[in-house]
């Protein structure tokens, strides 16, 4: 799957290697990547919370990872922020509330 950042500047893609690729939308360069999940990665969704951009992937591992994307000039990182398991499947999606109190998954 892949996704736009809220202002557009990233694409993150990910896939059935469970590696993430965050790239410059601007140039297209790679500015991040990792392996995320042991297993595909199903889907991935920026997500801003307050201040704080936050990058949540589910995989077929069944986990679903939320990482604080972190911006400074040229340079993108990401600082794991927290890890859901004890899915009984693969998590196929991932959504949240308008207000963000709840998550879902499926």
Do not use: N
Request: net charge neutral; charged share 15%; proline share 4%.
């Amino acid at each position: 799957g892949c996704t736009f950042s809220p202002d557009g500047a990233i694409l993150a893609a990910a896939g059935k290697s469970g590696k993430l690729s965050l790239l410059r939308v601007s140039d297209g360069r790679a500015v991040y990547a990792a392996q995320f999940h042991s297993q595909p990665i199903s889907h991935v969704r920026f997500l801003l919370y307050g201040e704080q951009l936050i990058l949540v992937t589910a995989s077929f591992d069944k986990t679903i990872k939320l990482h604080t994307v972190i911006m400074a000039g040229e340079e993108v990182r990401l600082e794991w922020k927290a890890t859901f398991s004890g899915h009984p499947t693969a998590v196929l999606s991932v959504d949240y509330s308008p207000e963000l109190a709840s998550m879902a998954s499926s």
